[in-house]
Nanobody
Framework: QVQLVESGGGLVQAGGSLRLSCAAS????????MGWYRQGPGKQRELVAA???????NYVDSVKGRFTISRDNAKNTVYLQMNNLKPDDTAVYYC????????????????WGQGTQVTVSS
C-alpha cells in the first residue's frame, strides 16, 4: 500500500509565501514523475507543476516565476515553494506520484494525496 501525505497549506495574505510538502511511503520501488495539482472553487483540477526523477520541471503559465517545485529522491518527497501568492491561487492542492512497486515489472500507477487547502486573502 502506498500513501502520499501532504502538509504546509494554510491561510496567507496576498504577496505571502507557503511551502507545501508531500511524502510518499509504503511499498515503493521507483517514483517517476511527481507533481502538484490544484482545484479552485468552481474550477477543474489543473496541473500546477511537475518534476521528473531526473529533475526536469514544467509549470502552468500562471505560476511561472512564482512557484518552484523540487524533490528529494532519498526521502520520496516533493515540495512546492509558492511565493508572491495571489487570491487566484486559492485552491485545494493535491500531490501526485507516478510510481512502481516491487514485483510490478514495467507496470506503473498514479497515486494521489488527500489534498491541502491554500487560501490567499486579498
Amino acid at each position: 500500500q502506498v500513501q502520499l501525505v501532504e502538509s504546509g497549506g494554510g491561510l496567507v495574505q496576498a504577496g505571502g509565501s507557503l511551502r507545501l510538502s508531500c511524502a510518499a511511503s509504503g511499498s515503493i520501488f521507483s517514483i517517476y514523475a511527481m507533481g502538484w495539482y490544484r482545484q479552485g472553487p468552481g474550477k477543474q483540477r489543473e496541473l500546477v507543476a511537475a518534476i521528473t526523477s531526473g529533475g526536469s520541471t514544467n509549470y502552468v503559465d500562471s505560476v511561472k516565476g512564482r512557484f518552484t517545485i523540487s524533490r528529494d529522491n532519498a526521502k520520496n518527497t516533493v515540495y512546492l515553494q509558492m511565493n508572491n501568492l495571489k487570491p487566484d491561487d486559492t485552491a485545494v492542492y493535491y500531490c501526485n506520484a507516478d510510481l512502481s512497486a516491487p514485483g510490478w515489472g514495467p507496470r506503473r500507477n498514479d497515486y494521489w494525496g488527500q489534498g491541502t487547502q491554500v487560501t490567499v486573502s486579498s
